[in-house]
């Protein structure tokens, strides 16, 4: 989804955000996610990223492999901004948005603040490489990809938009599939963490077949 602001690179980014710690959840670069806010705490997060700004919204997986607060659990290092894109409200006190993801982020401090909701200080240094559209893409092995997928779905009696997949570039198709995956909170971290597009497609064609292979219907037999 185009965006009104323009993001060129790290330094057009905030330093500190708000941040939504939520298992499973996978916020990519360009990514669109749809939230249903509800908690006190998050819909007043929301009021106040509309008043800022930037409209910027940090998701970031609680880690459960570190001991922590249930109420404040330890957080994974690395996350996703979003910018929120669409609002609406749903007039019983929920809040329907959509983020737009815009670059990765490194925690580097989650601060001492008296909003009911966690802020952190962020770097998007790391990954500057986010905000060129499109990056890598040639390197991503499309057919891997598409053959394995199309062994998820049979294996699962899923169906699936063939033409827009057919057609969809190869950021947009290798993100969209890792956001929408069902693995767990590690897989998802993987994902979120790789490097670059080409190891983002080949954890997510790794993980499927390791998945049917649990199954017991190796991909490679499906016709």
């Known amino acids: 989804m185009p965006m ?37 705490r998050y819909v007043a997060m929301i009021d106040d990223a509309l008043r800022d700004g930037h409209r910027m919204i940090g998701m970031i997986q609680p880690d459960a492999t570190q001991a922590g607060n249930v109420t404040y659990p330890r957080l994974y290092r690395v996350g996703c901004a979003g910018r929120i894109t669409q609002f609406a409200e749903s007039g019983d006190g929920r809040y329907l948005i959509e983020l737009t993801g815009v670059a990765r982020f490194r925690v580097e401090e989650e601060l001492k603040v008296l909003t009911a909701y966690r802020q952190c200080r ?26 394995t ?57 790794a993980v499927t077949k390791i998945e049917l292979a649990k199954a017991n219907v190796p991909g490679e037999t499906l016709q």
């Open 4 to 40: 009104n602001a323009t993001y060129r690179g790290p330094v057009d980014m905030p330093s500190v955000i708000p941040v939504f710690p939520l298992p499973g959840a996978l916020l990519l670069p360009r990514g669109q996610m749809p939230l249903n806010i509800f908690e006190p």
């Open 122 to 147: 962020v770097t998007f240094a790391p990954f500057a490489d986010d905000f060129i559209a499109r990056k890598g893409e040639g390197l991503v092995n499309r057919a891997e990809l598409i053959d």
């Open 149 to 205: 997928l199309r062994d998820f779905l049979k294996v699962n009696n899923l169906k699936a938009d063939w033409e827009g997949i057919e057609n969809a570039p190869n950021e947009a198709l290798v993100n969209a599939l890792a956001m929408v995956s069902p693995y767990g909170p590690p897989e998802k971290q993987a994902l979120l963490e790789a490097p670059d597009l080409k190891t983002r497609a080949e954890i997510l064609v």
